[in-house]
């Protein structure tokens, strides 16, 4: 189950101040994860889950405005390929 504390150990975060923004963060991308693979943020979740669910959220975190010419926008392909092994059948997204 993706949580808080896990969100900020895998962003090598210290401390509350990014709290709520994290909570809100983790919200969204588990609700994202579970529309489409109609899998919920519990403990009976597989880890695949957990890890699409901390990427999109780490990406979303990192990537908060981006104004360049490189499109930084685009979730890495790591996230694509692990959502879609969840996806019945394994379909493509």
């Known amino acids: 189950m993706v949580t808080l504390d896990s969100v900020k150990s895998h962003l090598r975060l210290d401390g509350d101040e990014e709290s709520f923004y994290l909570q809100t963060l983790i919200e969204a991308a588990s609700g994202y994860v579970t529309s489409i693979t109609n899998i919920e943020n519990d403990d ?50």
Not at 63 to 81: C, T
Request: with cysteine; hydrophobic share 45%; proline share 6%.
């Open 44 to 93: 009976s979740a597989p880890a695949t889950y957990d890890i699409c669910v901390l990427l999109l959220v780490g990406h979303w975190f990192n990537v908060r405005e981006a104004a360049s010419e490189i499109d930084y926008r685009k979730v890495p392909y790591a996230f694509g390929m692990l959502l879609q092994s969840l996806r019945p059948g394994g379909s493509l997204i």
